[in-house]
Structure formats: structure tokens, C-alpha cells
């Protein structure tokens, strides 16, 4: 079984701070992808990110980064000089197998809250 | 990235009445919807994996009776919540994929209010 954890349920910070997501997850299978989703209050799902099992190197987006650890299990996600507009549920999800279009295992998610 | 358009994307409905919920992959063909439940300040719940012209596989614990799932084309799966109650109340939101992609794309997202 799979399973995804973000141990912080709910993250408040003031506007240009930075601030990292933790993700940890479990799975037996050794091909899988990891995802970040980002859900504003309107509550449709925003794909932000999606890496597989075999690359390990981080990832920097303007001012989104990923770390993908194997070694601790772990898929954290940092967002550098932080804005209102940042302000949502964050979740990181799982999927195991060759493809990644398959069923997904979510985390409680994250709320972030950026203040002015 | 591919479109997937579910409507409607909120619908109100009395008690004890049925809902119906259209999911459409808009320029791909979807060989595999999922639908995916999300009650308030909660996570995203699996709810059923369906696969065109064959039947849905339902997640332990979902009434599959009660949820059902119509997947009869490439670009279309309908989850009807039949004789609704208020606990049935939530955000429901599918995803579709394609054989040939590997990323399942979300539609926006329904959410039900059972009054």
C-alpha cells in the first residue's frame, strides 16, 4: 500500500519569506512519480510538478523548488520570496507504476496562508 | 496540457433526488477516469477507477449501488449519486489519462450541496 505524509496541516507566513512543504511517502514499488498540486480556494487541483522515481535531481521553477531525497523518502517543496497569491492547500500525491496517468494517493495537504 | 471539462461545477439538490456529474476529456481520448471525493478541510479519496466499456472498480468502503459510474465513451464518464442525502454533500473531482500519456489530467472540480 501507498501511502503520503505532510505533517504540517497549516503554515502561516509574512509576504517575502520563504517556505518549504515537507512531503514523506511510502511505497514498496521502485517505479513511481511524485506530484505537487496546488488548490486555491476555488478548489480546482493546479499541477505544479511531477517527477519520477529514477530522477533525483531537483527542480527550480522561478520561485518553486523541489527536493527529491530517495534516501529519506521525502519530496519537499520550497517556495522563495513568498506572496499573497500563494495562498492555498498544497498537496503531494503518489502514484506507482510505469505510467503516471494512473490513480493517485494524496496527502492530508498543506494550508498555506501568506500574509500581507 | 490536455482539457478535461466536468460539469456541473456546483449543483444543489434535494434530498433523496439523484445527481448526475460529466466528465470530458475534450482533446484526448480518455481510457481511464478517476473519480476522487474531497469533503471539507480533508484530502482527495479514490472513489472508483473506470475504464472505457468496462465496468468501474470501486475503492473499499464506496457504495457502488449508490455511486455509479458510466464510462460508455473515450471522452466521457458520468458519476450519478443516487437518492442523495446530506452526508453525500461534498467536492467531487475526476481525472482522465490515456494510454499513451503519463499524466492524468483533473477536470475542475463539483461541488454537491444535499439540502
Known amino acids: 500500500a501507498q501511502k503520503v505524509t505532510q505533517a504540517q496541516t497549516e503554515i502561516s507566513v509574512v509576504e517575502k519569506e520563504d517556505v518549504t512543504l515537507d512531503c514523506v511517502y511510502e511505497?514498496?514499488?521502485?517505479?513511481?512519480?511524485l506530484f505537487w498540486y496546488k488548490q486555491p480556494p476555488s478548489g480546482e487541483l493546479v499541477f505544479l510538478i511531477r517527477?519520477?522515481?529514477?530522477?533525483?535531481q531537483n527542480e527550480i521553477s522561478g520561485r518553486y523548488s523541489w527536493n527529491f531525497q530517495k534516501s529519506t523518502s521525502s519530496f519537499n517543496f520550497t517556495i522563495t520570496a513568498s506572496q499573497v497569491v500563494d495562498s492555498a492547500v498544497y498537496f503531494c500525491a503518489l502514484s506507482v507504476g510505469e505510467t503516471s496517468g494512473s490513480r493517485l494517493t494524496f496527502g492530508e495537504g498543506t494550508q498555506l496562508t501568506v500574509n500581507p | 496540457g490536455a482539457v478535461v471539462s466536468q460539469h456541473p461545477s456546483w449543483v444543489i439538490c434535494k434530498s433523496g433526488t439523484s445527481v448526475k456529474i460529466e466528465c470530458r476529456s475534450l482533446?484526448?481520448?480518455?481510457?481511464?477516469m478517476f473519480w476522487y471525493r474531497q469533503f471539507p478541510k480533508q484530502s482527495l479519496m479514490l472513489m472508483a477507477t473506470s475504464n472505457e466499456g468496462s465496468k468501474a472498480t470501486y475503492e473499499q468502503g464506496v457504495e457502488k449501488d449508490k455511486f455509479l459510474i458510466n464510462h460508455a465513451s473515450l471522452t466521457l464518464s458520468t458519476l450519478t449519486v443516487t437518492s442523495a442525502h446530506p452526508e453525500d454533500s461534498s467536492f467531487y473531482i475526476c481525472?482522465?489519462?490515456?494510454?499513451?500519456?503519463?499524466?492524468?489530467?483533473f477536470g475542475q472540480g463539483t461541488r454537491l450541496t444535499v439540502v
Open positions: 482533446d484526448f481520448q480518455a481510457t481511464t
Open positions: 481525472s482522465a489519462a490515456s494510454i499513451m500519456d503519463t499524466e492524468a489530467f
Open positions: 511505497t514498496r514499488d521502485t517505479t513511481y512519480y
Open positions: 517527477r519520477n522515481s529514477f530522477d533525483e
